[in-house]
């Protein structure tokens, strides 16, 4: 009897999960030779990286269990006797990964990133350009395995599942308590600089300056008397655009009645100019807005040549709406609004919570991320 996807994953998994509350998957993972499970590590040591060839895998993986026959390495319909791995991605798997592996799931689809997406076959020679040579040599083996060596399809998945669990279930960041006496602005802002400018090896550093204004606003919106009556918006994803959430920037402050009332909009090693000012009045044209800031980690801030252009527009936007428009450094606005505070160090507590919030409800912020931070608590604060 032909199983439905469906049924493939859900059952899958519910093995992986028992496997791993027992022995965390130590005896099922036997089932795989040294090689396999060599290939199948690589895939998971870089799979914030690389979520697009996790998903692939799974769609191959659970493909073949529900149609043995089915060379998966042909997953174009463009190509003979293939399918449409992208079809049966969005339809199965991807939703089963959002429900199951948030953090590691792809917004729509695997097939849709480049590298992955050419009408070639997934053979020993496909040319897709994955940018990690370990991680596609991994990968094109593991699918020739199945196809032509004596790798399990069924096995692969559930380990594929164990290996997920395991890493999704680690928690590498816990708050700590803060002696005040200890966090001077002066170590705060220390300790920022060191977690958004640090090399990081993967995407993602861009949010990090978005949890940080969003965590003080959090401090100023409760407690200074501007923001009396006014509410702190959702830190919405920072790939949502805001024409799609009818929003006016990343970080909002609504009035009492919902209308917009301060918008704030973060660019990271971006210097801003006239037409990110421009485009900032587009979106609150039309709104109560009263103050918008357009703020970056770039230094210097402003573009070399478009001082005199922005303050230009900021002039004209200020007469034709009454929308006070602030450009300014993240580095800065942070520093400034730590003086606000009667209890800086309050900052540090909220922006770890936020960002082990974001680590585990998003697939922005990565381990790498979280890890870095951890070090810089550990180093200063401890």
Not at 134 to 140: E, P
Not at 170 to 175: A, D, E, I, Y
Not at 320 to 333: A, R, T
């Amino acid at each position: 009897m032909k199983r439905e996807a469906t049924e493939i994953l859900k059952g899958s998994y519910e093995i992986a999960e028992l496997e791993a509350k027992k022995d965390a998957g130590k005896i099922f993972l036997k089932k795989l030779n040294a090689h396999q499970l060599k290939n199948l590590q690589v895939i998971i040591d870089n799979a914030e990286s690389f979520k697009a060839v996790i998903t692939v895998l799974a769609t191959s993986f659970t493909k073949k269990i529900e149609n043995p026959k089915q060379d998966v390495r042909f997953h174009k319909t463009g190509l003979k006797g293939g399918y449409s791995g992208r079809t049966f991605d969005t339809k199965f798997v991807t939703p089963f990964f959002k429900e199951k592996f948030h953090r590691l799931s792809m917004k729509e689809s695997g097939w849709l990133t480049r590298s992955l997406e050419q009408v070639a076959p997934f053979d020993l020679k496909f040319p897709g350009e994955i940018r990690s040579g370990l991680v596609k040599k991994a990968f094109l083996e593991i699918l020739d395995d199945v196809e032509r060596g004596k790798g399990n399809p069924q096995n692969y998945l559930i380990a594929l599942f164990i290996f997920l669990i395991h890493k999704l279930k680690t928690q590498p960041l816990k708050v700590i308590h803060i002696d005040n006496s200890s966090a001077s602005i002066e170590l705060i802002m220390e300790s920022m600089k060191a977690h958004f400018f640090s090399k990081y090896s993967i995407g993602g550093a861009s949010r990090l300056p978005v949890i940080a204004i969003y965590s003080i606003y959090q401090i100023l919106v409760r407690d200074l008397k501007r923001y009396d009556g006014k509410k702190l918006a959702l830190l919405k994803s920072h790939v949502t655009s805001d024409s799609k959430s009818r929003d006016i920037g990343d970080i909002t402050v609504l009035d009492k009645d919902g209308k917009f009332f301060e918008g704030v909009e973060i660019k990271h090693g971006i210097p801003i100019d006239k037409i990110m000012v421009d485009d900032a009045f587009e979106k609150i044209r039309t709104t109560p807005t009263i103050r918008y800031y357009i703020i970056t980690t770039s230094e210097p801030n402003i573009k070399v040549g478009e001082e005199n252009k922005i303050k230009e527009s900021v002039k004209n936007i200020r007469k034709e709406h009454g929308c006070e428009i602030i450009v300014n450094g993240v580095i800065h606005s942070l520093k400034y609004y730590l003086r606000l505070l009667s209890n800086p160090s309050e900052f540090i507590q909220i922006y770890t919570q936020n960002l082990e919030k974001e680590f585990q409800e998003s697939t922005e912020i990565k381990e790498v991320h979280i890890k870095a931070w951890k070090e810089i608590l550990e180093k200063n604060f401890s």
